[in-house]
């Protein structure tokens, strides 16, 4: 593994269905963010987390549930799927290290259908 | 509420210059940042300001004025990869990026 992956690459889903989108770094980076972007808006902060056993609420984080039980791991719930939900889901990472651009870096992300 | 504006669309020429502007209103300043993203793709950091003026990277430049809460990056010698859309974000009071939505960059031959 290099940087961050995300799983699955796509999923269409039916609504009310449970899912989870999977998110994986390497980089020993202590913050971790997960995003939605959706066409005409910038990307929309759901959940994020300053450090493994810590999570916070981001800007829409209705309907969505993260934990983070280790450095490397932030999975991202919908424990009933919703067409809103319909998406393109992005899970980012940075050292979380303040004095500097603690920059984020994006995974590849995983686009949502719920039908 | 906070706000980035960017312009929807710009058309520019391969070998020309380009200016894309980013206006913000945000609650506190903590840095902006310029992202690249290729379609279908993520988004890929481009460049970070924080102090106001000019920071030169290549090809691409980024100025910030912090008291106009005004930002553009600068694409010089254009080429056709350069197509992308670049997104502005501003780091707020809480340490959050507040994002805009946006310029696609078209580049004609």
């Known amino acids: 593994i290099a940087g961050i992956t995300q799983a699955p690459t796509s999923q269409i889903l039916a609504a009310g269905r449970r899912m989870t989108l999977r998110c994986t770094q390497d980089?020993?980076?202590?913050?971790m963010y997960w995003y939605r972007q959706d066409l005409g808006l910038g990307l929309r902060l759901i959940h994020y987390?300053?450090?493994?056993?810590?999570?916070g609420k981001g800007e829409v984080p209705d309907g969505y549930s993260v934990s983070r039980a280790n450095t490397d791991d932030f999975p991202l719930t919908l424990a009933s799927a919703v067409p809103s939900q319909t998406s393109v889901y992005f899970c980012?990472?940075?050292?979380?290290?303040?004095?500097?651009?603690?920059?984020?870096?994006f995974g590849p992300g995983t686009r949502l259908t719920v039908l | 509420g906070q706000n980035i504006d960017q312009p929807t669309e710009m058309t520019a020429t391969e070998g020309a210059i380009v200016q894309i502007n980013c206006t913000y209103q945000?609650?506190?300043?903590?840095?902006l940042f310029w992202y690249q993203q290729h379609a279908g793709e993520a988004p890929t950091f481009l460049s970070y300001?924080?102090l106001d003026g000019l920071e030169e990277k290549g090809r691409f430049s980024s100025f910030l004025s912090r008291s106009k809460g005004y930002s553009y990056l600068l694409l010089k010698e254009l080429q056709m990869k350069d197509s992308a859309s670049y997104l502005c974000?501003?780091?707020?009071?809480?340490?959050?990026?507040?994002w805009g939505a946006g310029t696609k960059l078209i580049i004609k031959p």
């Open positions: 300001n924080v």
């Open positions: 945000t609650s506190g300043f903590n840095g």
């Open positions: 974000a501003v780091r707020d009071s809480n340490y959050q990026l507040i």
């Open positions: 980012a990472s940075s050292t979380g290290l303040a004095g500097g651009p603690d920059t984020q870096y």
């Open positions: 987390s300053n450090t493994a056993g810590t999570t």
């Open positions: 980089m020993r980076h202590n913050a």
